[in-house]
Nanobody, 127 residues
Framework: QVQLVESGGGLVQAGDSLRLSCGASGRTFSSTAMAWFRQAPGKEREFVAAIRGSGDTTYYAESVKGRFTISRGNTKNTVYLQMNSLKAEDTAVYYC????????????????????WGQGTQVTVSS
């Protein structure tokens, strides 16, 4: 089993920045990909950003491109999401997810591709 714990959420004003962290523990693993998703009240959970296990390829939702940056920690079982120029529409619970199993093809933007999820951290942006 793999446990994921997110931290770094909070209440900020529009234009501010936040840095989310996600640490993984449990059995030793090498991730195929790690990602951040978010879910606003009354909406489906949506893709925000992902990073390949190698750390050399990143993916972003159009709504956050240029404002958010996903990165891996030195341990490689840690992933960060630097969020700049936050907007009210970024308000949501942010979830960390990891895929451990390998595959020839993986749609990093799909929730169903990820095997383990954290409990989420609330980000609230006031306008």
């Amino acid at each position: 089993q793999v446990q994921l714990v997110e931290s770094g959420g909070g209440l900020v004003q529009a234009g501010d920045s936040l840095r989310l962290s996600c640490g993984a523990s449990g059995r030793t693993f090498s991730s195929t990909a790690m990602a951040w998703f978010r879910q606003a009240p009354g909406k489906e959970r949506e893709f925000v950003a992902a990073i390949r296990g190698s750390g050399d390829t990143t993916y972003y939702a159009e709504s956050v491109k240029g404002r958010f940056t996903i990165s891996r920690g030195n341990t490689k079982n840690t992933v960060y999401l630097q969020m700049n120029s936050l907007k009210a529409e970024d308000t949501a619970v942010y979830y960390c997810a990891v895929r451990v199993s390998t595959s020839i093809y993986m749609n990093v933007r799909s929730r169903s591709e990820y095997e383990y999820w954290g409990q989420g951290t609330q980000v609230t942006v006031s306008s």
